[in-house]
Every structure is written in structure tokens, then in C-alpha cells.
């Protein structure tokens, strides 16, 4: 089955512990990126990724950090967690078509994070 | 600068009424419209897409249509179920060559009472 899967599905850690939300898709997918949701802010996008070892900043990337060593994982990466950064966290992959007009975009589950 | 703009939710319907979500956007170029459905515990799922204006996307007995006019993609069902209940969110991308990145609106939250 395709599909974006994302781990761990919930998380309660506290300040400054580091961790590590993984993001893997079976579907060949050059894109991925993360985005955080918010009450009254819709999702906004942390991070993404055009292809293995590419990476740039989306809107807000302040306290987070990624990777991409290979194509099908894309992991988000905390090594200071603040409570302003409790949220719930999507991952998302697509193909990477040139000139298309719009590239469908496949979503994960969520990762529910709460810091304290 | 590009955003979204949905209306507030939530909204509360009875089952087999009829169902508007407005969505508005600002967008430089040509941007592609889409709205994402959310169910309870579920990642987002793409509802319906719209690529150019007067286009109309449809699926799920769901329909929007890209008016470019009125920078306007509002999302109407004729008859919601119970199993509509969601959060929908209206988003655009850019355009070809800027095709990857979603600009998302807050989301309405939509609940459908028996």
C-alpha cells in the first residue's frame, strides 16, 4: 500500500530533551516536507526537500533540524524542544514532476507532540 | 504576499442540509486550488483540485470552482452526511515551477448532526 508513514504517532517529552520524529514513504517521492499545525494558523511548512541531500527552510524553521540521506525517509529533528514547539506535526511526499502544473501532495498521520 | 482566507468554523449543519465553506485567496501568478479534508485522527487527504480559472473540481459529491474574478474557490455539497464531519482546509501553490509548496488556509471545522 502507498503511503507516508510517521513515528511516533504521540509524544510527551520535556524541555530540552532531543528527539526525533521519523517520516518514511514507499512511493519513490523525490518531495517531502513537514509542516506543523496549529489552532487558527492552519499548517505551516518547517522544512522540505527536493531530493536526497537536498534541504531548505519552509516559513518556520527556527528549533528544528532534517535530513535526507535517503530517498524515502525524511526524519525532523529537535535537539532542543521548547513548549512553543507543542503541536501537531504532518509530513508530506510527492513527485517531483518538471513544468507540471500542480504535484499531489500525500500526507502521514501526524505525530501529536507535546512538550513540557 | 500568497495566503488563504476560510471562514471561521466550526459549522454546524443537520444531516442532508446544504454546505458552503468559503475560501478566498491572494496569489501572484497562476496558483492551483485545492481543498484537503481531515477526519478525526487522520492525516490530510486531498479533496478536490482546481488548476486554472473557471475550472471546476469535484469528487465525493463535494464541488469548488476557481474564480478568478473573485479570488474565490468555495467548497458546496447539496446533501452532507454525518460521515462529512471534518476539518477542510483550502490551499493554493504557485504555479508551474513552483509547484511543491502548500499555502494553507486555517481550516473549517465542519460538524453534522443525525
Known amino acids: 500500500e502507498a503511503q507516508v508513514t510517521q513515528n511516533p504517532r504521540y509524544l510527551i517529552t520535556v524541555t530540552g530533551k532531543k528527539l526525533t520524529v521519523t517520516c518514511s514513504q514507499n512511493?519513490?517521492?523525490?518531495?517531502m516536507s513537514w509542516y506543523r499545525q496549529d489552532p487558527g494558523l492552519g499548517l505551516r511548512q518547517i522544512y522540505y526537500?527536493?531530493?536526497?541531500?537536498?534541504?531548505d527552510k519552509g516559513d518556520v524553521p527556527e528549533g528544528y533540524k532534517v535530513s535526507r540521506k535517503e530517498k524515502r525517509n525524511f526524519p525532523l529533528i529537535l535537539e532542543s524542544p521548547s513548549p512553543n514547539q507543542t503541536s501537531l506535526y504532518f509530513c508530506?511526499?510527492?513527485?517531483?514532476?518538471?513544468?507540471?502544473?500542480?504535484?499531489?501532495?500525500?500526507f502521514g498521520p501526524g505525530t501529536r507532540l507535546t512538550v513540557l | 504576499g500568497n495566503s488563504v482566507t476560510q471562514m471561521e468554523g466550526p459549522v454546524t449543519l443537520s444531516e442532508e442540509a446544504f454546505l458552503t465553506i468559503n475560501c478566498t485567496y491572494t496569489?501572484?501568478?497562476?496558483?492551483?486550488l485545492f481543498w484537503y479534508v481531515q477526519y478525526p485522527g487522520e492525516g490530510l487527504q486531498l479533496l478536490l483540485k482546481?488548476?486554472?480559472?473557471?475550472d471546476k473540481g469535484s469528487n465525493k459529491g463535494f464541488e469548488a470552482t476557481y474564480r478568478k474574478e473573485t479570488t474565490s474557490f468555495h467548497l458546496e455539497k447539496g446533501s452532507v452526511q454525518v460521515s462529512d464531519s471534518a476539518v477542510y482546509f483550502c490551499?493554493?501553490?504557485?504555479?508551474?515551477?513552483?509547484?511543491?509548496?502548500?499555502?494553507f488556509g486555517t481550516g473549517t471545522r465542519l460538524q453534522v448532526f443525525p
Open positions: 508530506a511526499s510527492s513527485f517531483e514532476r518538471m513544468g507540471a502544473v500542480y504535484n499531489e501532495q500525500f
Open positions: 512511493m519513490n517521492h523525490e518531495y
Open positions: 526537500s527536493m531530493n536526497v541531500e537536498v534541504t
Open positions: 496569489a501572484t501568478g497562476y496558483p492551483s
Open positions: 482546481a488548476t486554472k480559472a473557471d
Open positions: 490551499a493554493l501553490t504557485l504555479g508551474p515551477g513552483n509547484t511543491d509548496k502548500l499555502i
